[in-house]
């Protein structure tokens, strides 16, 4: 009897130790930490997301800029993306997608808001899907955008279609994760922040990325009181555009107590870790690793 269990044992320590069952442990385990890389490509969007094994874009700066994003990609060892979610139609966000897929980096889904002042015919993510072969998804309010069982992107807005600016059609996202949340906000201006307000459904999170490039007619107090983030990230370029980012802005993340980080300030981008619910945020220069 005692051989039967002492060989049970041993069994079991062995299944333990084999590359199989460590593989299955660590895919059951969430991520220690989520990391986000909100990149340098001027005054423009496009941030990166590492997610349980998982790569996702947010938004890919301008045309001009897309050599920037994709040597960032290479720094950073990606060799296929889970997913690009663009939030709106403007060149800034949008204009580095068609060079990204011409390059041949594999995406396994893109994603746009159903809401625009674009027909579906003119659409740029829609006919850039069709033109390279990549699944497409349209979303609205609501939906979700899932990574893993413990970690998504919930589509907050835009709740209504906004016929003439396009940044009030803005994809307003939760990352959601077990370390902690993150609000990204595309061009969201005033407008759009009120009706999600009135709706209910914009809350507290640990990191903002900073509508419409910290421009004064985005992130009002009502807003900003409501998300209290710890750190916020403005990703825009002060000799493009000086005014941006407006210094009230700045006085009004200061007012809430966030950090504030811009990428003008990094010349590969702001890397911000979220573990446990605390984030943390440093500029990055040179390689991105």
Same mark, same amino acid.
């Given at each position: 009897?005692? $051989?039967?269990?002492?060989? +049970?044992?041993?069994?079991?320590?062995?299944?333990? #130790?084999?590359?199989?069952?460590?593989?299955? /442990?660590?895919? $059951?385990?969430?991520?220690?930490?989520?990391?986000?890389?909100?990149?340098?490509?001027?005054?423009?969007?496009? #941030?990166?997301?590492?997610?349980?094994?998982?790569?996702?874009?947010?938004?890919?700066?301008?045309?001009? %800029?897309?050599? /920037?994003?994709?040597?960032?990609?290479?720094?950073?060892?990606?060799?296929?993306?889970?997913?690009?979610?663009?939030? !709106?139609?403007?060149? =800034?966000?949008?204009?580095?997608?068609?060079?990204?897929?011409?390059?041949?980096?594999?995406?396994?889904?893109?994603?746009? *808001?159903?809401?625009?002042? =674009?027909?579906?015919? =003119? !659409?740029?993510?829609?006919?850039?899907?069709?033109?390279?072969?990549?699944?497409?998804?349209?979303?609205?309010?609501?939906? /979700?955008?899932?990574?893993?069982?413990?970690?998504?992107?919930?589509?907050?807005?835009?709740? %209504?279609?906004?016929?003439?600016?396009?940044?009030?059609?803005?994809?307003?996202?939760?990352?959601?994760?077990?370390?902690?949340?993150?609000?990204?906000?595309?061009?969201?201006?005033?407008?759009?922040?009120?009706?999600?307000?009135?709706?209910?459904?914009?809350?507290?999170?640990?990191?903002?990325?900073?509508? !419409? !490039?910290?421009?004064?007619?985005?992130?009002?107090?009502?807003?900003?009181?409501?998300?209290?983030? $710890?750190?916020?990230?403005?990703?825009?370029? *002060?000799?493009?555009?000086?005014?941006?980012?407006?210094?009230?802005?700045?006085?009004?993340?200061?007012?809430?107590?966030?950090?504030?980080?811009?990428?003008? $300030?990094?010349? +590969? +981008?702001?890397?911000?870790?979220?573990? =446990?619910?605390? #984030?943390?945020?440093?500029?990055?220069?040179?390689? #991105?690793?």
């Amino acid at each position: 009897m005692i $051989q039967k269990i002492g060989a +049970c044992i041993f069994a079991f320590l062995l299944l333990a #130790a084999s590359p199989t069952a460590r593989a299955e /442990t660590v895919k $059951q385990n969430p991520q220690t930490e989520v990391k986000a890389f909100f990149l340098n490509v001027g005054k423009a969007d496009a #941030a990166l997301f590492s997610l349980n094994g998982k790569w996702f874009l947010v938004d890919t700066g301008t045309k001009d %800029s897309a050599d /920037t994003m994709m040597s960032v990609l290479e720094d950073y060892g990606v060799t296929q993306l889970d997913g690009i979610l663009i939030t !709106h139609t403007d060149k =800034d966000h949008v204009g580095g997608l068609k060079p990204l897929l011409k390059s041949g980096m594999p995406v396994a889904m893109l994603y746009a *808001p159903t809401y625009s002042v =674009d027909s579906v015919e =003119d !659409h740029p993510v829609w006919t850039a899907a069709e033109k390279y072969g990549v699944p497409f998804r349209w979303l609205n309010a609501g939906d /979700t955008v899932t990574v893993d069982d413990s970690v998504s992107f919930i589509v907050l807005g835009p709740i %209504s279609r906004d016929a003439e600016n396009e940044n009030n059609n803005s994809l307003v996202l939760r990352l959601k994760t077990p370390q902690g949340d993150m609000l990204l906000t595309g061009d969201m201006e005033l407008p759009e922040e009120t009706e999600l307000l009135a709706a209910g459904v914009i809350q507290s999170a640990a990191v903002l990325k900073v509508g !419409h !490039h910290g421009a004064g007619d985005a992130s009002g107090e009502p807003f900003l009181y409501t998300v209290k983030p $710890q750190i916020a990230v403005i990703s825009t370029d *002060p000799e493009e555009d000086d005014r941006t980012p407006d210094p009230k802005v700045i006085r009004r993340l200061w007012n809430i107590g966030a950090e504030v980080f811009s990428t003008y $300030q990094a010349s +590969c +981008c702001v890397e911000v870790t979220l573990r =446990d619910g605390n #984030a943390v945020g440093r500029l990055v220069n040179g390689s #991105a690793r």
